[in-house]
């Protein structure tokens, strides 16, 4: 009886008031300045959860309102945001009313410079904002550069029993895309994308992999570079989708497959696709000269080697994924993996390597460029020519691997590193110059990423991240 009652009660509970979180991303590579205000009302509990900077490419709950269902009450949540650098002043307008049984959200609105724009609204048979549909609206600054307005509310909590839970909002400016034409440029996409297999996902946070994977598919901005090459592409299925998927433009790919697979359930994870033909190839598989530890000891990790041709120019290119974790065992593991590619790769006589060339070390070096004394035995180890490494387009993001701002990331975690490097071998041809970005990809426009997992212990709601890590682009001009 005392557990039923408690039920009842809680039920109860739910139907007297309803609870919103409203969330704002600032999904550009400049922060804002965000102020939170909740208007007047009757029996009503608003609390504004953030006024000050909100970082590049960062999302924050900015309020939490809790209404009682009474007809007549009002609430509004205004959130203001300003970007002084490119001109943009304005803020996002939340209107919730209460009716006999509920109080709903009926309109999300917002004003920038001056022009009012209607993202979500209640024109619809039921009269309130419903799950899953998307608002949004682009504009232009006085500079003339192109922002997206984003409003979804989404119904998060399966204790609930209101229809929305959640209002996610967002001010996003679509990254720059780098892309080559000339015979001697050349364009690459390294990409770690967590995509294992779906029994993973009863203990990994694998955020809607399919979802994502799909997403990456049909965006355009995975289109433009020469070569992709991507880390973590564990599934077999998931590499035959990518492989299909990008068939019409990456025509070429090399997936590698182990000679020995020594059982693992897991091969190297690594993908490449190619505009151009792949003429020669080449995998080494450290389990044939190591031992894994940890996790990786249940993968074939490796280095992989192709040779392409683009117009008249061979262009040469190893990518990888090293051992992982900072324990002693998986250092000495992964120090070891640079000399077995320099041993069997860099100076393998069979691949024979031109000087005259170029030679470039694309993907997961799980080394943080920016602890010094750990990329030095990498750079050393394989002659690297650093130079370029962290000098973006935009200051932001720094890191290709930030717990700060990855949604994918645990809140239990702590993670600031850049550890993807798209990164030219010395003594080989040396590009004239270099054109770097760690770029966010988020699917703010589909509405499949901000559904809930059915996996309510593991995975954040709202979640529209593509990946645990943010891609980086590289142009490379010889």
Avoid at 119 to 137: A, R
Avoid at 190 to 209: E, R, S, V, W
Avoid at 253 to 273: A, E, Q
Wanted: charged share 25%; hydrophobic share 35%.
């Amino acid at each position: 009886m005392y557990k039923y009652l408690l039920i009842a009660i809680f039920l109860f509970c739910q139907n007297v008031f309803a609870s919103y979180d409203v969330y704002l991303m600032d999904n550009t590579p400049s922060p804002i300045t965000v102020e939170s205000t909740c208007g007047t009302g009757i029996d009503v509990s608003c609390h504004a959860a953030i006024d000050g900077p909100l970082k590049a490419y960062q999302r924050k709950r900015v309020a939490s309102v809790k209404e009682g269902a009474e007809a007549g009450n009002a609430r509004q949540v205004k959130n203001t945001i300003s970007d002084e650098k490119h001109k943009i002043q304005g803020y996002f307008l939340t209107r919730m009313e209460g009716a006999d049984k509920d109080f709903h959200i009926v309109s999300v609105s917002a004003v920038i410079n001056g022009q009012q724009y209607t993202l979500l609204d209640s024109n619809n048979d039921k009269g309130e904002v419903t799950p899953g549909v998307i608002g949004k609206h682009a504009f232009k600054t006085p500079d003339n550069e192109t922002y997206t307005l984003y409003a979804v509310a989404e119904k998060d909590h399966f204790t609930s029993l209101q229809g929305v839970d959640s209002l996610y909002l967002a001010l996003d400016k679509a990254p720059v895309i780098l892309h080559s034409s000339k015979d001697n440029e050349l364009t690459i996409n390294a990409y770690n994308i967590k995509a294992f297999p779906n029994y993973i996902g009863t203990a990994l946070d694998l955020n809607k992999m399919n979802s994502r994977i799909s997403y990456m598919i049909k965006s355009d901005t995975l289109k433009h570079a020469d070569i992709l090459s991507f880390e973590e592409a564990w599934d077999k299925k998931i590499r035959d989708k990518l492989i299909a998927g990008f068939k019409k433009e990456y025509p070429y790919s090399y997936s590698p497959i182990p000679r020995h697979s020594y059982l693992k359930p897991l091969y190297s994870g690594l993908l490449i696709l190619s505009k151009y033909p792949i003429v020669k190839k080449y995998f080494l598989n450290y389990q044939d000269h190591q031992r894994l530890v940890n996790a990786d000891y249940f993968s074939n990790k490796g280095a992989a080697f192709v040779r392409i041709k683009k117009g008249g120019r061979f262009y040469n290119i190893i990518a990888t994924h090293v051992q992982s974790g900072g324990d002693k065992k998986a250092i000495a593991a992964r120090h070891e993996e640079f000399s077995l590619i320099r041993k069997h790769i860099i100076n393998n006589r069979d691949l024979n390597i031109s000087s005259s060339n170029p030679l470039i070390l694309v993907g997961d070096l799980n080394t943080d460029f920016y602890e010094k004394s750990d990329f030095s035995i990498l750079k050393d180890a394989l002659s690297l020519d650093d130079q370029w490494v962290g000098n973006g387009i935009n200051e932001n993001p720094k890191y290709s691997n930030d717990s700060d701002l990855n949604l994918m990331i645990s809140p239990k975690e702590t993670a600031k590193s850049l550890i993807d490097y798209i990164i030219p071998v010395s003594h080989y041809l040396a590009p004239s110059k270099v054109t770097e970005q760690v770029t966010v990809l988020r699917a703010l426009d589909d509405p499949r990423m901000y559904e809930p997992s059915k996996n309510v212990s593991l995975y954040h709601y709202g979640d529209i991240e593509l990946s645990d890590h943010f891609m980086l682009q590289a142009r490379f001009v010889f």
